[in-house]
């Protein structure tokens, strides 16, 4: 149960998204920034897509490195326009790729793999849905495979519950799990607040001192 619990709670595309992150310093970390960093981010998915891609059998090259990190600014070019109007990640706010590239790039990434809707339904299990492929290239299935979960993430109903935390220095986009959720984890909760209770408490101070 807490495995499909956890499947329910990851989505691919918010995944790659999330390979710029906050580096605990002050500054942005990217967990694609080398070719060592992207097989182990890759490995980490192996969970949500190691039904359709041989990832063990997977060679990381910097072509497909980078072939990842074009798809993951796409993915973050659309995350922007989803939240719009309320400001993008901080992260790469000021460079977005434009949305018209973005989605002719996620698209073209999805038909490089020609699939086929497949049934499993294993014995004493629910039925769920899968794809088949004669694709050959892992990398090729790999991009393919991210680019498909993006669509079926920014066509599906968590696309509107999408959000940029706005807590300082954080810049990962979140889903949204309750109706008051402004932030995308307890830490950053924490860190919000206290940022507004430090201004309240400088506005404060600052208006009694004109005051004398």
Known sequence: MSNREVRVERWPALELASTIRHDGDGGVADDLATVPGTARWI???????????????????EQLRSEIVELRQAVRALFARAVSPAPPSRADAHRLMPAGQALALLNAAAAREAVVPRLDWPEGETPRAGVSSQERDAGVRLIAALARAAIDFLSGPQREQLRSCNAPRCVRYFVKSHGRQEWCKPSCANRARAARHYQRHHATNTAGGHDH
């Open 43 to 61: 490995h980490q998915q192996a969970e949500l897509l190691g039904d359709h891609v041989d990832i063990a059998a997977l060679t990381v090259s």
